[in-house]
């Protein structure tokens, strides 16, 4: 079947700090993989995508290399900011399957301290 | 309009009472799905329609919950006589999807927050 699984959080980090957030998937056809991002209050929000192996999803400083040998996407940023406190979700949608529902992982909370 | 809106925002009901929540997916968008997050599930898929197909229902939780698409874009999901449990927030999706340069990415709208008192 299909799933994803991501590191257990909360993850807290000082300002400048290096972030990975570890994701791996299993996936019963040929999935594209995704990273979405929720702010305090608001809505899911896409924050970059993959839908190859080899691929490097990237946006507002993040990056994720979807590895099909590892079966990983993991989450990486070089320098948190205050302003990306929040909650993300690695997913992937199963595009060998007629049916376009996204997967996700239960999600890491993510705290960055001044 | 510019993206996917809910309404509404926030629903208070009492245990046993029907509510029903709307989503306006993204114009042109032909797949619509309903997904609900809450504390102790995390993110769980309820149902998709895709163009004129039958919809996919294999995630609604019992058959208190319902969904229907009129004119392949406004949904609706009713939840008949509310549970505790049912309290969580509900999120409405929509992707162009499955043709001519389609995107299986889902743009998410703000959700409704419904609490079953």
């Known amino acids: 079947g299909n799933s994803v699984t991501q590191m257990e959080g909360p993850v807290t980090l000082s300002e400048e700090a290096f972030l990975t957030i570890n994701c791996t998937y299993t996936?019963?056809?040929?999935?594209?993989l995704f990273w979405y991002v929720q702010y305090p209050g608001e809505g899911l929000q896409l924050l970059l995508k993959a839908t190859k192996a080899d691929d490097k999803g990237s946006n507002k400083g993040f990056e994720a290399t979807y590895r099909k040998e590892t079966t990983s996407f993991h989450l990486e940023k070089g320098s948190v900011q205050v302003s990306d406190s929040a909650v993300y979700f690695c997913a992937l949608i199963d595009r060998g399957s007629t049916l376009g529902r996204l997967y996700f992982g239960r999600g890491t909370q993510l705290t960055v301290w001044p | 309009g510019a993206g996917v809106s809910q309404s509404p925002s926030n629903k208070v009901t009492e245990k046993g009472k029907d509510v029903e929540l709307r989503c306006d997916p993204i114009s042109g968008h032909t797949a619509l799905y309903w997904y609900r997050q809450s504390l102790g599930q995390g993110l769980e898929f309820l149902i998709y329609f895709q163009g004129n197909s039958a919809p996919d229902k294999s995630g609604l939780p019992s058959d208190r919950f319902s969904a229907e698409r009129t004119g392949g874009s406004v949904s609706t999901l009713t939840i008949q006589r509310t549970q505790q449990e049912d309290s969580a927030v509900y999120l409405c999706a929509s992707s162009f999807f499955g043709g001519a340069g389609s995107s299986d990415t889902q743009y998410f709208g703000p959700g409704t927050r419904l609490t079953v008192l």
């Open positions: 996936a019963t056809g040929y999935p594209s």
